[in-house]
């Protein structure tokens, strides 16, 4: 968003109460929750949907197009400046087909509006403002505008009666101009391999530009990689931590420390942050400013689920309590705010919320800021120390950077932030570790239970299936990884501590959620979103994508060879709806939607990773799996896949971090797969079990089986003999067996924890520790 419009008031509306509603328009029929946000608009908003289409063909006007998100700050502005304004709607109505569009429910339409504004003024963002013709050609778009003409930009008033007069002057010149658009861009985002082959050294050197790109922009004071805003970009760390583990493999430690020490660093300090909800733990959005400090405070789910993965694996690395704690703090947070009664993991929660019961309007961070009195007032004995650890001042704590507060929003107020390590607080105190985190936990405890009693900001608690793809694949990987912790570890509020277990059943129950509520077994087709019922949208690319991602895991981590087979069965109907067998690669929707002009073979690593760059990785993953001609073709499919984008990763690879970890995943030499073969039940079997996830290895596949389990050995049978025979050949006197392998070439058997932890860590690991 331009710096212009963060001048904008900060408040949102609240849904009048029905006594006050003077409107109501098409969208009270809908279930999207930002939909039902503007039901009740002077506007006269359609969906996107014939009927609109129609009514603009017939009254042969333009149609005014918004799309953003339930959880969208700026949304909410141009809503109670614009949308709720009667001369506003009045302009609308009588000039145009308004459309509202929420890009969570409909990401294929809001990729072909936003590719355009990117395309054609260099940036975007949400709302998303367009204006189509009839026949849905782009001719401008913008993103937020103030009412009337201000801060060096057209009020919205103004634009509307502009677009209005070029309508009636210079339609032709405008419709031709959208049709031309649209024809460039489908030919720029076309992308087809040269070759189905890809290089070799290429996939090598993407990923060595790609760490020194980032290393370049690296922030060493705050963490981070670029300048404020900072918002986490998790395929950044990834490939940092993909990176060091080939460096310590290859025995150049040095090396490895420098890269360790960005990610550990950047992980502590958005730990410390105030984008970390110290009180009820996950994370927000972004941060305003370069320290992580204030941030933009709407928390949503594909962030949750992504930083877990890397603390989890930062502690698998160092292991380090800090990190098993921080995926902890997230995953509880998901589970305690986050979770449906059938187990479906909710999208996001909302920046803004009522500073009271009954306010008029409400405000952005209200739900998680304090005063100083507060924090005496509820904390208590210890309010000293708290707010010391915390910051907190009752000028306000906002001022650790010019972009922190630039319009004096949170005067007096505090975002708690932890400017000192906890050891070094400690000391000062003259405080055990222990009794220091105790008196902090018990303070985050009262603040909690104090924030209870506000009003909570809005849940979007629509069901995105690719999102929860992200949080299946954590809390699954968390069960497992977890179990290495030291039985001494001590937990503080909002940290539950948990027996790591219970989160594979919260990752299963999600599964089980989209597969009976979203997948149609007739068809093997998902349905993007649930709210009230599946949505009209179909599934896109993102959400098979990144589901197999999280079924693998899923099964990986201890699940059953149901959802391997779910994963393969998923694997299949993605091929047959986005895949481009001719050109490679895959697009983004299945391209039967004619309303939905553009149809993209995305590669962007963003705040959520391309579908491209995980179905790369999913099909290395399926075909170090399966045996035989299913195995060539995963591996074929992920090559020409890769091809497509070889003009990407050779210029600017540092947009794509985790299609170059799949690049050099395909060439690498060795993929390690750990078969597991044993009584799951067991002691000893989930002692080794312990031994393989207390390792970082993003190049392994791990396969357990149960030679006593009838429908797992009909799978593996037909999947991959080979793993069914070393089942059956096992020594028969140990309940557990582990099988390491290097493309199934396999090492001697070995049957204990420790020799089998041994083997799988030859290299010395060079690992930092946090603070």
């Not at 922009?217 to 900072?230: I, V």
């Not at 999600?510 to 068809?523: C, E, G, N, P, V």
Request: aromatic share 10%; with cysteine; proline share 6%.
């Amino acid at each position: 968003m331009a710096a212009a419009a963060a001048a904008a008031a900060g408040s949102s509306s609240s849904p009048p109460p029905p006594q006050q509603r003077r409107h109501t328009n098409r969208l009270a029929a809908e279930h999207s929750p930002y939909l039902l946000q503007h039901a009740h608009n002077p506007v006269d908003w359609y969906p996107w949907g014939e009927e609109a289409f129609e009514k603009a063909r017939k009254r042969d006007v333009p149609i005014f197009l918004s799309i953003g998100y339930s959880t969208c700050h700026w949304c909410h502005v141009m809503e109670v400046e614009s949308f709720e304004n009667e001369e506003v709607a009045k302009l609308l109505n009588d000039w145009f087909v308004s459309i509202k569009v929420d890009r969570e429910e409909r990401p294929d339409v809001d990729k072909v509006y936003m590719t355009y504004v990117q395309a054609l003024y260099g940036g975007g963002g949400w709302p998303l403002s367009a204006f189509l013709s009839p026949s849905l050609k782009p001719l401008m778009g913008g993103t937020y505008f103030p009412p009337d003409d201000k801060y060096g930009r057209p009020g919205f008033k103004t634009v509307l009666r502009k677009v209005k007069e070029a309508w009636d002057t210079k339609r032709e010149m405008l419709e031709k101009g959208g049709t031309l658009a649209i024809e460039q861009l489908t030919e720029a985002l076309a992308a087809t391999a040269k070759s189905q082959k890809f290089p070799d050294e290429l996939a090598h050197g993407s990923l060595k530009l790609c760490v020194e790109q980032l290393a370049s922009s690296y922030d060493p004071k705050f963490g981070g990689f670029g300048s404020a805003p900072k918002f986490p970009r998790p395929v950044e760390e990834l490939i940092m931590l993909y990176e060091y583990k080939k460096l310590v493999d290859a025995g150049k430690d040095n090396e490895a420390r420098d890269v360790m020490k960005m990610v550990s660093h950047t992980m502590q300090c958005m730990a410390r942050g105030g984008i970390h909800d110290h009180v009820g733990g996950g994370f927000h959005r972004y941060s305003v400013d370069e320290c992580w400090h204030v941030p933009h405070f709407e928390k949503m789910l594909y962030d949750q689920g992504q930083l877990t993965n890397i603390y989890l694996d930062m502690f698998s690395i160092t292991k380090d309590n800090f990190y098993s704690s921080m995926a902890r703090d997230v995953l509880d947070y998901l589970r305690r705010d986050m979770l449906g009664e059938s187990g479906e993991i909710f999208s996001a929660e909302d920046a803004d919320s009522a500073e009271y019961e009954g306010a008029a309007r409400k405000k952005e961070g209200a739900f998680y800021v304090w005063t100083s009195k507060e924090v005496e007032e509820i904390v208590g004995d210890h309010a000293n120390l708290f707010k010391d650890h915390y910051y907190i001042k009752s000028s306000g704590n906002c001022d650790l950077s010019r972009m922190s507060d630039p319009h004096s929003e949170f005067k007096g107020k505090n975002v708690l932030i932890e400017r000192r390590p906890l050891t070094y607080m400690a000391s000062k105190y003259s405080k055990s570790v222990d009794e220091y985190s105790h008196i902090l936990g018990d303070g985050r405890q009262r603040l909690f239970n104090a924030r209870t009693r506000r009003p909570r900001p809005h849940l979007d608690d629509k069901v995105i299936v690719s999102w929860n793809g992200l949080a299946i694949s954590s809390f699954a990987r968390a069960s497992k990884i977890l179990k290495s912790e030291s039985k001494e570890t001590t937990f503080y509020f909002p940290v539950v501590g948990c027996d790591p277990s219970e989160y594979l059943e919260v990752a299963e129950k999600a599964a089980h959620f989209i597969q009976s509520r979203l997948y149609d077994t007739d068809t093997s087709r998902l349905q993007h979103s649930y709210r009230n019922g599946p949505s009209k949208a179909p599934g896109f690319l993102d959400d098979y994508a990144f589901l197999i991602s999280g079924l693998l895991d899923l099964y990986e981590s201890g699940g059953g060879t149901n959802w391997l087979f779910w994963a393969i069965q998923l694997q299949a109907t993605q091929d047959e709806l986005f895949l481009d067998r001719n050109g490679g690669g895959y697009f983004n929707t299945p391209g039967e939607d004619p309303s939905v002009l553009l149809r993209v073979k995305e590669d962007h690593d963003g705040a959520e990773p391309s579908g491209n760059s995980v179905s790369a990785i999913n099909l290395i993953r399926l075909s170090s799996l399966v045996a035989g001609s299913r195995s060539e073709n995963y591996r074929g499919t992920a090559e020409h896949l890769l091809a497509v984008f070889e003009g990407r990763l050779t210029s600017q690879s540092v947009a794509v971090p985790l299609m170059c970890c799949a690049a050099d995943m395909l060439h690498a030499p060795l993929r390690k797969q750990i078969v597991l073969v044993g009584d799951k039940a067991s002691p000893e079997y989930q002692s080794m079990v312990a031994a393989i996830f207390a390792s970082y290895d993003p190049n392994r596949s791990v396969i357990q089986i149960d030679p006593g389990n009838r429908e797992e050995m009909e799978f593996w049978d037909s999947y991959n003999p080979n793993i069914a025979q070393m089942a059956r050949s096992g020594p028969v006197d140990s309940p557990a067996v582990a099988h390491v392998c290097h493309n199934f070439v396999c090492n001697p058997p070995v049957t204990d924890p420790d020799a089998l932890h041994t083997l799988l860590n030859k290299t010395a690991v060079a690992a930092s520790s946090s603070a």
